[in-house]
Nanobody, 125 residues
């Protein structure tokens, strides 16, 4: 059973940065595509970014392109989401998710079978 734990959320001013971490345990990490999703109050969960298991291809939602960077360190079983130039509309609970059946990458939440508990990101002055 794969277990995911997010960390790194918090309160930051507009224009600031945060780095989220998603640490995994339980299974062979290398075979899993990892995605980051977020859900703001009253809104549907949306895909933010993902990194594939195969060649490490990365994908981003248009709303975060150029501001967020996803990376993975397989030796540490950890995926990072570096978030720069944060905006109030980035405020949400951020979740990481994993699945071994996704090869090329996906920002579709129902394709992921494993989820973390989420970490709150609040962007406010």
């Amino acid at each position: 059973q794969l277990q995911l734990v997010e960390s790194g959320g918090g309160l930051v001013q507009p224009g600031g940065s945060l780095r989220l971490s998603c640490a995994a345990s339980g299974l062979t990490w290398d075979y899993y595509t990892i995605g980051w999703f977020r859900q703001a109050p009253g809104k549907e969960r949306e895909g933010v970014s993902c990194i594939s298991s195969s060649v490490g291809s990365t994908y981003y939602a248009d709303s975060v392109k150029g501001r967020f960077t996803i990376s993975r360190d397989n030796a540490k079983n950890t995926v990072y989401l570096q978030m720069n130039s944060l905006k109030p509309e980035d405020t949400a609970v951020y979740y990481c998710a994993a699945d071994e059946m996704i090869v090329a990458g996906s920002l579709i939440d129902y394709e992921y079978g494993y989820w973390g508990q989420g970490t709150q990101v609040t962007v406010s002055s």
